[in-house]
Nanobody
Framework: QVQLVESGGGLVQTGGSLRLSCAAS????????MGWFRQPPVKYREFVAG????????YHADSVKGRFTISRDNAKNLVYLQMNSLKPEDKALYYC?????????????????WGEGTLVTVSS
């Protein structure tokens, strides 16, 4: 069982930066592939980034590639999403998720545990 709690969301101007954190409970955190998803207003939840259990492989959606970076610290049970050059279309509720699969997946159904989300708002 893994419990996830996101933090770091807030209001930022276009072009600004935020770093989201996801704190995980559970002794087996390091065995999970982790991902970040987001759900913009009146839209479906979409994949943002994923990282394998060791942190050795990362994957980012095309819409955020070059601007966002996912990372993890297994010693601290933390996953991060560094978001730079934010745009108004990045406004969304951002979720952290854990998957028992070996590799990252863009499908939300492949993730076993979810946090409650943290809201990111980007003003133009």
């Amino acid at each position: 069982q893994v419990q996830l709690v996101e933090s770091g969301g807030g209001l930022v101007q276009t072009g600004g930066s935020l770093r989201l954190s996801c704190a995980a409970s559970g002794r087996t955190f390091s065995s999970y592939t982790m991902g970040w998803f987001r759900q913009p207003p009146v839209k479906y939840r979409e994949f943002v980034a994923g990282v394998t259990w060791s942190g050795g492989l990362t994957y980012h959606a095309d819409s955020v590639k070059g601007r966002f970076t996912i990372s993890r610290d297994n010693a601290k049970n933390l996953v991060y999403l560094q978001m730079n050059s934010l745009k108004p279309e990045d406004k969304a509720l951002y979720y952290c998720a854990a998957s028992s699969r070996y590799s990252s997946s863009v499908y939300s159904g492949h993730y076993d545990y979810w946090g409650e989300g943290t809201l990111v708002t980007v003003s133009s």
